[in-house]
C-alpha cells in the first residue's frame, strides 16, 4: 500500500469523513479553483493568505494547503471541522513526504 493510500484510508477513519482526497494546482480541480477564490478574497480583504476553507451545509468539506500547489480535501458530515483539522495535523509530517502524486 502507497504512503498516499495509507494517508487517505487513515483521514477517511476520522470521525465524521466520508471521503480524503489530495489535489495538484496542475488537474485544475474544482477543489483548486475554489480554494484559489477563497485565497484571492482573503488577500483582497487584507487577511492574508487561506490556508483552509470550511464549507458546511447539508454536508461539510474542509480544503487544506499542503504546500507545493496541493490541496486536502476532506468531506463528510457538518459539525466535525476540529476532528478532521487534528487529522490532517497529525498526519502532515507524512503528507510532506508524499511526492508530487496525487489521488
Known sequence: MSMLSRLLTALEQTTGADAASLHSGA????????????????????L????????EGDRATLLDDVGDGRHL???????????????????????????EEVA
Request: include cysteine.
Open 48 to 55: 492574508g493568505g487561506c490556508l483552509q476553507l470550511y464549507v
Open 73 to 99: 480535501r476532506l468531506e463528510g458530515a457538518p459539525g466535525h471541522f476540529g476532528r478532521w483539522r487534528h487529522a490532517i495535523e497529525r498526519h502532515r509530517p507524512l503528507i510532506g513526504r508524499i511526492p
Open 27 to 46: 488537474d485544475a480541480s474544482a477543489s483548486h479553483a475554489l480554494f484559489e477564490k477563497a485565497n484571492h478574497l482573503s488577500t483582497i480583504g487584507g
